[in-house]
């Protein structure tokens, strides 16, 4: 790989959203350059759920017999249903649909699912390069490519176009975006993820736990199979400042609690705890199209600021991006006015669901009572039940 160089497009970052993006446009025919800090495969902390609509989007990708070899494998946990606990105590149970196209959801711990579609990218034509990004290149207010860290060296890499799929922390967007449009705290939140080796899983459902020291947030309980399964709890970042808590305590108490204890084999025996961060979709007015560069994925802030969810999302952006980029490539116009429509289209593809999930994180937080009356009602009603709980 030369440094001198100008490829078509450099994604920097391959998680989901930048290896989806990167296979993509390799598989249009584009020279791609993928770049991330680590070699895969690798762990990111997360709580692993992948909703059926992002299989299948993977499926369009062509991944689906690698995704289908990946289950054999043992190593994606196929789902069939969720629980929702309210802070009463109240349980609301659900089944999940099938995708469009019958594609199951999956417990996918993203050291295998983060390797599947890095390796997919890779069979599409992208080239891989282990880099870590350092800033974006700009000439005359366009950007130009990369300057990233590669084999000890900095060098600058040049791309028609590059698109930032670095996550939460993206240099990339931090680089490029007016300053006073970064997302605040109410627009954030924090997460601690663990692996948990002793639990008397639920076979194939996924828990939610809601109770009023962690609202706006709640706890998870994701199950892998063989009493092992991803335990974690998040809130949203203003309130965790101002309560000053303690995630990791905070999660030691939830396994303290009784419903929980009872099911612990050897007393809660956990691995690989890590905290991250979450940047929610809901703020508006984000900027994600610049002259000569795309931001896809948590780069961009896609997450649902209800369920925390952002793989599905991250995906969405990336078809979208692909398609806009090459479009862009294609008429040799990288510039902001020619891919502004990406922004359009991220906004038609995932404003409402944003929108109306914030509301929903508002809302429970200040009347929690609600919660516990919403599933108590919802039990009542399986179909209620099983349309609110799936669209979470
Ligand atoms: C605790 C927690 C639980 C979550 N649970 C879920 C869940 O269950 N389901 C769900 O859908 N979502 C969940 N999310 C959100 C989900 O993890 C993200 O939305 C998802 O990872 C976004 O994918 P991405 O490819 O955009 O970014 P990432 O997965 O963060 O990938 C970014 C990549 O960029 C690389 N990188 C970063 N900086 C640089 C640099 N400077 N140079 C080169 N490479 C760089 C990183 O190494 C990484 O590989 C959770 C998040 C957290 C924190």
């Not at 078509?8 to 959203?17: E, F, L, Q, T």
């Not at 762990?43 to 989007?57: F, R, S, W």
């Not at 991944?63 to 043992?74: H, L, N, P, Y």
């Not at 899983?201 to 991803?230: M, S, T």
Request: aromatic share 8%; charged share 20%.
């Amino acid at each position: 790989m030369s440094s001198v160089t100008e490829r078509d497009v450099i994604v920097v970052g391959a998680g989901p959203s930048g290896s989806a993006t990167a296979a993509f446009l390799a598989q249009k025919g584009h020279d791609v350059l993928l770049l991330d800090r680590h070699q895969f495969p690798r762990d990111k902390t997360c709580g692993d759920a992948v909703p059926a609509g992002a299989v299948e989007l993977l499926w369009r990708l062509g991944m689906r017999d690698r995704i289908e070899k990946s289950v054999a494998r043992g190593e994606l946990y196929p789902l069939e249903g969720m629980m929702l606990v309210s802070p009463r105590g109240h349980e609301l149970h659900a089944k999940f649909n099938h995708g469009a196209h019958g594609a199951d959801s999956y417990v996918a711990p993203r050291i295998y699912f983060d390797a599947l579609i890095q390796a997919h990218a890779v069979a599409s034509g992208a080239e891989f390069c282990q880099a870590q990004a350092k800033e974006p290149l700009v000439e005359n207010g366009r950007v130009v490519g990369v300057r990233a860290q590669a084999n000890g060296s900095v060098k600058e890499m040049h791309a028609k176009l590059v698109i930032g799929a670095d996550g939460v922390t993206s240099v990339i967007a931090r680089n490029l975006r007016p300053k006073n449009t970064q997302h605040l705290d109410s627009h954030r939140a924090v997460a601690l993820r663990a692996y948990i080796e002793d639990i008397e899983e639920i076979p194939k459902e996924v828990e939610f736990y809601l109770y009023k020291d962690i609202l706006p947030g709640y706890a998870w309980i994701f199950p892998i199979g063989q009493n092992r399964a991803n335990i974690g709890l998040g809130m949203r970042l203003d309130f965790f400042r101002k309560k000053k808590y303690n995630l990791e305590k905070m999660l030691r108490d939830f396994l303290e609690m009784p419903v929980i204890k009872k099911r612990l084999l050897r007393g809660g025996q956990l691995r690989d705890m890590a905290t991250w961060q979450l940047n929610f979709g809901s703020q508006q007015h984000m900027q994600h199209v610049f002259d000569g560069a795309l931001l896809v994925g948590d780069a961009a802030g896609f997450i649902n600021p209800l369920t925390g969810g952002g793989i599905h999302n991250g995906l969405v952006s990336a078809e979208l991006a692909a398609q806009v980029a090459d479009d862009a490539l294609k008429t040799n116009n990288v510039s902001r006015a020619q891919m502004q429509v990406y922004e359009s289209l991220c906004h038609e593809h995932m404003w409402t669901s944003m929108r109306n999930s914030f509301w929903m994180q508002r809302t429970f937080m200040r009347f929690p009572i609600l919660v516990d009356f919403l599933v108590k009602r919802m039990k009542e009603n399986s179909a209620l039940a099983q349309t609110f709980l799936t669209k979470l």
